[in-house]
């Protein structure tokens, strides 16, 4: 009886003991799970980010590289200290700022895996601690890098880059799952727009470590490593020196400046005032930094080539001229007499054809060629005429790229407005509106708006006599020497070539002998502009200014505008002809027009 209760003892633990190993070996062996998190405890993973995209202007000038910078990370279960001080005074931070790191990755349950210490130490700093990294277990040293700028210029066309956040992990926009929390990612300007090219592919080392942290050698021979993927490299239009020169221009102003060569419909420069320099949104004081921009009642962060819309005033006249040319409603000289009583003016009373309604700027000239455009069909009803003529004339204005964006590569585009009839049937009811009613627009007021950049465009249009290239500010993309298709398209406007002579010589009779002679003409350069005084309800009135040169064949065209400063032909004109003059002469031969810009001071 003894014996079979021991047999029957020894027996059952043999038993239970047959479960365990089965159990044990299912865990250890079958199990890939068990498997996997086995070697997670002894395997380092080390991520190797890329570096990001360099960026040049047009002639190989670098304006954007990138920096090293160092993140610190800590694992918590690995770190122990045995002088809080010491440690602190290593790193300049404060023992609650270490105890909240420490508080928050424990509420996180990621003690086990590295959590986010310190971010973006310059090289130099890093530099005066790194030896002291030793005496600390639990740290992870991560090389990254950050951007700078060493024309200190471009800051509202480069845009910024910042550590992803968690709307932007959670957009569905990124089908490929790429990034990861604590990434950097583009935020604004061409680092948001080309972020897919620019931001390479990040690499990873495995590496075996024993459990004090420390490594043994490379996991499985490094078979498992993937070396990280440099960005594409950027050739932009810009040319950075005429940019630089623009900017200093602009320095002290509101407003923008647009240049772009018509033959290409690339950016040669485009200055936002006021600005910042676009080092200050890098490195560790980006957050700050980048608030004290926003609170910033000029608002730098605005950028207004793209952003601002203001009405074109009397540089929309070259266009409303091509319609009436096109729509056969004028010809080029025929001889239209005005009083000066339908609309303030001041152009002197008289005869004028096309190019002396442009020279001169005549407000009542305009008045009377819109009317023939809005009253072309002549139904019998005054009504229904100005319905169908709006419609037709706004196919020809928007086919300019006015009333929507133009789709530059970089986000945050304006498009202006162009009135449909629509508009004018819910403001004052269907056919209750006519001529008398929105003859505002036959000079470029009213409820018309724009973008300095459309104006450019618009510039480059009539100097190209009928087509443009979708404006765009980078030139090549890394080994294809391309830009994106889009921007190799020709875009035509439905206005015969010859009608763009007549509107060329008038504007080249505006810098001439007309409202743009005294600060827009140049010695060896023919210059074709058209001035603008923008009525400003809010203040002083804007200055603008449209131009190309030169006159055959032009290389830039030009649009700019200087908020509360006055008439066209003072601010805006000065500006527009030093762009031209500084690009295709490489500095001004008139000092005095300088001096004129830089003082800033209008009134005369």
């Not at 931001?199 to 490594?215: D, S």
């Not at 002197?348 to 060629?369: A, D, L, T």
């Not at 993309?477 to 763009?500: A, C, E, M, R």
């Amino acid at each position: 009886m003894k014996d079979e209760r021991r047999h029957f003892i020894k027996g059952f633990f043999i038993v239970i003991g047959i479960v365990f190993l089965i159990k044990l070996f299912s865990i250890q062996v079958l199990n890939p799970n068990y498997a996997d998190a086995a070697e997670r405890n002894t395997i380092k993973e080390e991520v190797e980010y890329p570096y990001r995209g360099l960026i040049t202007d047009r002639n190989g000038k670098l304006i954007v590289y990138n920096t090293p910078v160092y993140d610190i990370k800590i694992v918590v279960d690995e770190f122990f200290l045995q002088d809080t001080t010491k440690f602190c005074n290593l790193f300049g931070i404060e023992k609650k700022y270490l105890k909240e790191v420490i508080a928050k990755s424990k509420k996180e349950k990621h003690t086990y895996k590295p959590f986010p210490f310190l971010k973006q130490i310059p090289n130099h700093e890093f530099a005066a601690i790194q030896d002291e990294l030793i005496n600390y277990s639990g740290l992870n040293i991560v090389p990254r890098t950050v951007r700078s700028y060493p024309q200190q210029a471009l800051a509202n066309v480069l845009g910024c880059i910042a550590e992803i956040d968690k709307r932007e992990l959670a957009s569905a926009n990124d089908t490929s799952e790429y990034y990861r929390q604590g990434d950097y990612v583009g935020k604004t300007g061409l680092e948001y727009n080309y972020e897919a090219l620019l931001r390479g592919k990040r690499g990873v080392k495995y590496k075996w470590v024993n459990r004090l942290g420390i490594e043994k050698g490379k996991y499985r021979g490094g078979d498992s490593d993937t070396a990280s993927v440099p960005g594409e490299n950027l050739v932009s239009t810009i040319d950075i020196d005429l940019q630089k020169y623009v900017e200093r221009l602009l320095d002290g102003k509101v407003g923008g400046v647009v240049a772009i060569e018509p033959s290409t419909g690339e950016i040669l420069a485009m200055a936002s005032a006021p600005s910042y320099n676009p080092n200050i949104l890098t490195g560790r004081d980006y957050g700050e930094n980048y608030t004290m921009l926003t609170q910033d009642s000029l608002k730098p962060l605005f950028n207004r080539p793209l952003m601002a819309q203001y009405p074109p005033g009397s540089m929309f006249k070259t266009l409303q001229a091509l319609v009436a040319l096109e729509e056969g409603v004028i010809t080029a000289n025929e001889r239209i007499y005005v009083d000066g009583s339908l609309v303030g003016d001041h152009a002197p009373p008289g005869y004028y054809n096309v190019i002396k309604g442009i020279q001169k700027s005549s407000n009542n000239y305009f008045y009377k060629v819109f009317g023939r455009i809005l009253n072309k069909s002549n139904t019998g009803n005054y009504f229904e005429d100005a319905s169908i003529g709006l419609k037709r004339w706004r196919e020809y204005v928007t086919s300019f790229g006015l009333g929507s964006p133009l789709g530059i590569d970089i986000p945050s585009s304006k498009g202006g407005k162009v009135p449909t009839v629509e508009y004018y049937d819910n403001i004052y009811g269907k056919r209750r509106w006519a001529l008398s009613t929105i003859y505002s627009l036959s000079i470029g007021q009213g409820e018309l708006l724009v973008t300095p950049i459309q104006m450019a465009n618009l510039a480059a249009t009539i100097g190209n006599k009928g087509y443009y290239y979708t404006p765009h500010l980078i030139k090549e993309i890394g080994d294809t020497g391309l830009p994106l298709p889009k921007y190799q398209k020709k875009n035509n406007v439905p206005v015969d070539s010859v009608h763009f002579n007549t509107v060329i010589e008038a504007m080249a009779a505006v810098v001439e002998s007309g409202t743009g002679q005294y600060r827009a003409k140049l010695k060896d350069i023919q210059v074709c502009g058209k001035t603008s005084t923008v009525e400003n309800p809010h203040g002083e009135d804007h200055s603008g200014f449209i131009a190309f040169a030169p006159k055959n064949n032009p290389k830039i065209a030009v649009a700019a505008y200087v908020e509360n400063a006055g008439q066209g032909a003072r601010a805006a004109a000065s500006i527009a002809s030093l762009t031209i003059e500084k690009y295709l002469i490489g500095q001004t031969e008139r000092p005095w027009i300088e001096d004129y810009v830089l003082k800033g001071d209008f009134i005369y």
